[in-house]
């Protein structure tokens, strides 16, 4: 059974702090995935890698940077929080592909920053 | 500018009876389309999904239509059930692009 794990439900941080989300996956999946979740926006991709050390901009990357350092764990860095990005943060993994390859969810983080 | 539209935030059936999502689409590359299912305090789970090169794929109670020519996929699902109250995001992707609709939550009441 396919394990996408972030490690925060909740998080409350002030304007200004550095904030780190976590995401770990069990399934030696190559394609990992972070995407923000607002009312009447949908998902919308922040980041994405391919491999480790890789990453590449999706639609909305500014504000945030991404780690690879491993193939199961990518972390999602908000280098200064603003109340902007006041969100659901939700993590996803998939086999490499392309988007074919259906992709798994972590069950979210929701971040407010005050 | 959003290239996937789930235009019905809310949709409430009865138990038993059909729901339909509908979900539109903008770019005429898109190959493949899914469609998650999201409980509260859970992330979204894959459901089901269909190719451009086909019109109607069936799983179980749910089937997902797709019209290329207006850019249209629906969710139907038959017979409706309590457990099918959800939040549904339809997907659409080519390549390594995947795009997702705002989302639409069914309630199927008993």
């Known amino acids: 059974d396919v394990k996408v794990t972030q490690s925060s439900r909740y998080l409350v941080k002030r304007t200004g702090e550095k904030v780190f989300l976590e995401c770990v996956q069990d399934?030696?999946?190559?394609?990992m995935f972070w995407y923000r979740q607002d009312p009447g926006l949908g998902l919308r991709l922040i980041y994405f890698?391919?491999?480790?050390?890789?990453?590449e901009k999706g639609d909305i990357p500014e504000g945030y940077s991404v780690s690879r350092e491993k193939k199961e764990r990518f972390s999602l860095i908000l280098e200064s929080a603003s109340t902007n990005q006041t969100s659901m943060y939700l993590c996803?993994?998939?086999?490499?592909?392309?988007?074919?390859?259906?992709?798994?969810f972590g069950a979210g983080t929701r971040l407010s920053v005050l | 500018d959003q290239q996937v539209k789930q235009n019905s935030p809310s949709l409430s059936v009865q138990e038993g009876r059909i729901s339909i999502l509908n979900c539109d689409y903008t770019?005429?590359?898109?190959?493949?389309f899914l469609w998650y299912k999201k409980y509260p305090a859970e992330g979204p789970t894959f459901l089901i999904s269909?190719?451009?090169?086909?019109d109607k794929n069936e799983d179980g109670r749910f089937t997902v239509f797709l019209n290329k020519s207006a850019k249209h996929l629906s969710l139907h699902i038959v017979p409706s059930q309590p457990g099918d109250s959800a939040v549904y995001f339809c997907?659409?992707?080519?390549?390594?692009?995947?795009?997702f609709g705002a989302g639409t939550r069914l309630t199927v009441k008993p």
């Open positions: 269909i190719s451009s090169i086909k």
């Open positions: 996803a993994s998939s086999h490499r592909g392309g988007a074919k390859n259906i992709q798994y």
């Open positions: 399934m030696d999946h190559e394609n």
């Open positions: 770019n005429s590359m898109f190959d493949y």
């Open positions: 890698s391919y491999d480790v050390k890789m990453k």
């Open positions: 997907a659409a992707s080519v390549v390594n692009d995947m795009r």
